[in-house]
């Protein structure tokens, strides 16, 4: 169908600015969102400016192009299709990022619609403003998106939703037409040209003649009905306001370009007070009692939820907070106020209503500080915990928002309970007590075409408890695919809402199919939209669960987060791109297993996008434990290379990183042709290859250094177990930094050890990144076999490179099948006899430390084990949030990662190590060396700060 592609270059000859494309990677990726529904478009669009969206508009009315229709995106992490849908994607959050106007003394911002939530709150920050409607997705969550689905959570009950603190939007109509919302009289709008003078007397018209109908027919609650708000047309003045309809339109009416809107002050003091309950009702009913006590928000969670947060990396900021392990459910009560007085004193009336152990309380904790933003986040990231399940059925959003008046919800939800009770299905709650609003996901499998009629089953039964209780299906996450259930919702409303569309979008080409109609085409239905279940299907079982990680991704888009502080995705924030986020590549896998990928069959154009985006990854980790439901990219990575290099010749550079470990002996005996190799002259040769600055070996020969010191590698018989530590040696700390190994080894002997060194294996880590599986086990196994024999015989085996020694326990696992041998990280070994540190007074050394990605990943809380063991020896260890360096290995010394990997270092490491007088630790060989490259710094790693402060005592 040649229709899009003409739009296209149509589009490109009027003077597109921005990005166009059909690439069927594009557009796979763009095919999903957080829901159970997946939809390929025809096209996408990345415009820059307003122009960009005047001229898609423009070109839309044109006779010619009647068939074209655009799908507006935003964030993409809507949980019901509201931006799915075949079409021409338009999507503002590649470029119309910015925030154009702060106007601090009158509360008010201007921002483009690709602004994402958080971003906007850390440039208020400064001020002491903030944008107040909060959502679980607010790291991703684009203004746009909040704008079109009327978005809003936590708070509400104080903050209102989106629609609240829009003061008025600049949108583009059908036909190209600017828009200006805001507040007009009545009386001018006869006189009004243009499209939008048309809007605005049909809006005039229906608020009029039908407000005792409005009246009737909205329901009284704080959610009431999202999207064409007739509700709030006329304001209290009787000025007629068109944003009251485009707010939560999901793109049905008109392209959102600008936003200007109303920020508050950030309260001064808050707290958190967390309350225990029996059971989960219990805590439903009790909320009711904690809402009318001038609390901010109230929220519910119950065990389900909790004990997938209790298996979460952000357990460990918050554990201390929830002591009462046999509780069944948590209400979380926010206080905020604007001094330490008010507080204290809502605080202390609180606690003096829980002191009555009525409702099921069991018991309360209280936070103040930095423990509430900890808490929150907690509470957020639940959202996508509840997708992170054992087995094929996960908990899924398709009956997850209904809002029912506040003093209904404890009974809505036991009649919701016995619904889900009588088909077996386990489910987990969370949410919004004090608005009525509670998250419920049921957990199916929807590879088995069994479980697919309980979608609709389940819906409709949920959508007539919901009326039956005097509220709605949907009450935060909009309508999207059940859009069918509109016209029942609103009655004899509904043909104004389809005026309301005509009169915006009179060829039903934005976003066609939800919420209204211009004519009598249908709506969207719930089963009458492809679910990424039935796709799924295709996939054998077995494959299935080879590449459990990719396909465990539900669509949660925790990687699409931005903020230097977060360790996720690094290469998706250097790029912009997502294909190289964690949840693009799942996506990309997820197609081409279904294509038929590992037996060959796979579309060769499409495969071979695929490989593009795997080669950005980075193998970091920070997805195995950043995400909620852990997409494990270097995971499912290494089994797409392995198949993909059946088929084709692998590059020259690969060969070179497979044989850098086995010859690197070889390398330190003929060190000056090495470095020659790898410098100078041979430096055009390793380009050509494909690598570039490689380190040198110095001059200091390890061998020789450890036999002045008396130590030994280990041989026949085995040293003993209680006096000795076997340091086992990595390629790149071996051969590269041999100064570090003797560090090490005198840091062994001043704490009362006799050092021994490993005999030294290749531990396959290139392998396995480069997806060379056979060798990596045949590997493996070998030095596998090594270290299990000094570790049955009680030996501490300590390794000093995060990444090789972590692969020993985690990597092996997964390759042989068995639990690898038990190598400690130098922390976790120091932490164990910290009674042999000797404890030294607090002296002016402060020190940053920087520990490596996987590190961090894998073993969180690692920065702290070292901070605790810097403090014995009186020296302060900060640990600032940071990601990926951008080496990550070999992947940065690769030519064709260059700009890339330049560009993570500059976003996440360049602040720490650059123009500071305190010193920087870090943890990765590759991050010292990518630090003297990029930074030209010298860093250490803390081994040799630890050593120094032992021996100057």
Not at 253 to 264: C, M, T
Not at 648 to 662: G, I, M
Not at 697 to 704: G, Q, S, T
Not at 719 to 744: G, H, K, N, W
Request: some cysteine; hydrophobic content about 40%; charged content about 20%.
């Amino acid at each position: 169908m040649s229709l899009y592609p003409d739009f296209l270059n149509a589009l490109r000859n009027a003077g597109f600015q921005g990005d166009l494309t059909e690439v069927m990677s594009d557009r796979m990726v763009l095919a999903t969102d957080n829901s159970i529904y997946q939809v390929l478009a025809q096209a996408v669009a990345f415009p820059r400016s307003t122009a960009d969206l005047q001229r898609i508009a423009r070109l839309l009315t044109e006779p010619r192009f009647d068939q074209i229709v655009l799908r507006p995106r935003g964030g993409g992490t809507g949980t019901n299709g509201q931006s799915l849908g075949a079409g021409l994607v338009v999507d503002c959050s590649r470029h119309m990022t910015g925030i154009l106007e702060i106007n601090a003394a009158e509360r008010w911002v201007r921002v483009q619609p690709g602004v994402i939530k958080d971003h906007l709150n850390a440039a208020l920050a400064p001020y002491g403003l903030f944008f107040a409607p909060e959502l679980s997705t607010s790291s991703r969550a684009t203004i746009g998106g909040m704008i079109s689905t009327d978005a809003c959570g936590q708070g509400s009950c104080m903050y209102g939703k989106t629609s609240d603190h829009v003061l008025a939007v600049t949108a583009v109509l059908p036909g190209g037409e600017v828009m200006q919302t805001g507040a007009h009289p009545p009386e001018k709008l006869a006189g009004m040209p243009g499209h939008a003078g048309q809007v605005l007397r049909t809006l005039h018209r229906i608020a009029t003649n039908q407000a005792d109908l409005i009246a009737e027919r909205f329901p009284k609650m704080n959610r009431s009905l999202t999207g064409y708000d007739l509700a709030h047309i006329r304001r209290p003045d009787g000025r007629i306001d068109a944003g009251a309809v485009i707010c939560g339109a999901e793109g049905t009416l008109a392209l959102i370009a600008e936003a200007r809107l109303n920020v508050l002050p950030i309260p001064k003091q808050s707290a958190l007070v967390n309350i225990f309950y029996d059971d989960f009702q219990s805590a439903l009913r009790d909320a009711r009692v904690l809402a009318a006590m001038g609390a901010t928000s109230v929220e519910t969670i119950d065990s389900r939820v909790l004990a997938l947060a209790r298996a979460d990396v952000i357990w460990r900021d918050v554990a201390v907070f929830f002591p009462d392990t046999d509780a069944k459910g948590v209400t979380l009560v926010e206080l905020t106020g604007e001094s330490q007085a008010q507080i204290d004193a809502s605080i202390a009336r609180l606690q003096a209503e829980l002191a009555n152990r009525i409702n099921g309380r069991r018991g309360h904790s209280l936070a103040v500080g930095d423990a509430v933003g900890r808490i929150w986040a907690m509470r957020k990231k639940a959202v996508g915990l509840l997708g992170k399940t054992a087995g094929p059925k996960r908990p899924l959003p398709f009956v997850e928002d209904c809002a029912v008046p506040p003093e209904e919800l404890e009974a809505f939800i036991a009649g919701f309970r016995a619904i889900l009770d009588a088909e077996g299905l386990e489910y987990g709650m969370f949410g919004h007590v004090d608005a009525g609003v509670l998250h419920v996901r049921p957990a199916l499998d929807l590879t088995d075409p069994a479980q697919e009629p309980l979608i609709r089953k389940i819906t409709e039964a949920v959508h007539a408890l919901a009326r039956q209780h005097g509220g709605l299906l949907w009450g935060e996450h909009g309508k999207g695919v059940r859009s069918e259930f509109v016209p029942e919702v609103f009655g004899p409303l509904y043909p104004f809402l389809q005026e309301i569309k005509r009169a915006f979008d009179p060829g039903n080409q934005m976003n066609p199919g939800k919420i209204a109609t211009p004519d009598q085409s249908p709506l969207m239905q719930i089963d009458g939209v492809a679910l990424r279940g039935q796709s799924d299907r295709q996939i054998a079982p077995a494959t299935r669960a080879a590449f459990a990680p990719a396909l465990a991704c539900n669509g949660n888009g925790a990687c699409f987060a931005q903020s230097a502080a977060e360790i996720m995705c690094p290469s998706y924030k250097a790029t912009g791109d997502r294909r190289h986020s964690p949840k693009g590549r799942a996506g990309l896998v997820r197609e081409w297993l279904r294509q038929g990928g590992p037996e060959g069959r796979a579309d060769p154009q499409f495969e071979a996008e695929v490989k593009t985006a795997l080669d950005g990854c980075l193998s970091c980790r920070a997805c195995a434990r950043g995400c909620p439901v852990h997409v494990d990219v270097p995971a499912f990575r290494v089994k797409f290379m392995e198949s993909w290099f059946r088929r084709h010749r692998r590059p020259l550079s690969d060969h070179a990183l497979a044989a850098l470990e086995p010859l690197l002996p070889l390398g330190e005996r003929l060190r000056p042709l090495f470095n020659l190799a790898v410098t100078g002259p041979g430096a055009a040769l390793m380009r050509w290859l494909g690598l570039h600055h490689l380190p040198v070996m110095p001059a200091l020969n390890l061998r020789r250094a450890l036999a002045q010191r008396g130590i030994r590698t280990v041989g026949t018989p085995l040293p003993d177990p209680a006096t000795s530590v076997v340091i086992v040696p990595d390629a790149f700390t071996r051969f590269f930094e041999p100064q570090l190994v003797l560090d090490m080894a005198d840091l062994v002997i001043a704490l009362g050890f006799q050092p021994w060194i490993a005999r030294y294996h290749p531990s396959g880590k290139p392998l396995h990144v480069l997806g060379r599986l056979s060798a990596f086990r045949r590997t493996a196994r070998r030095q596998r076999a090594c270290l299990d024999r000094l570790s049955a015989s009680g030996l501490t085996l300590v390794g000093i490179e995060p990444a090789v020694t972590l692969s020993y326990g985690d990597d092996y696992h997964e390759a042989l099948g068995t639990p690898g041998p038990q190598v400690l990280l130098p922390q976790d070994w120091l932490a164990g006899i910290a009674d042999r540190i000797p404890q030294l007074p607090a002296n002016l050394l402060h020190a940053t430390l920087l520990p490596h990605c996987t590190e961090t990943t894998l073993r969180p809380g690692t920065g702290d084990v070292w901070a605790d063991i810097f403090a014995r020896v009186g020296v302060t260890i900060s640990l600032p949030k940071t990601g990926c360096c951008g080496m990550a290995g070999t992947w940065g010394h690769e030519v064709r990662n260059e700009a890339i990997s330049s560009k993570i270092f500059a976003q996440n490491w360049a602040q720490y190590v650059t123009g500071t007088d305190q010193t920087v630790l870090a943890t990765g060989f590759s991050c010292r060396c990518q630090t003297a490259l990029r930074a030209g710094v010298q860093i250490s790693h803390p081994i040799t700060l630890l050593k120094t402060c032992l021996s100057a005592r």
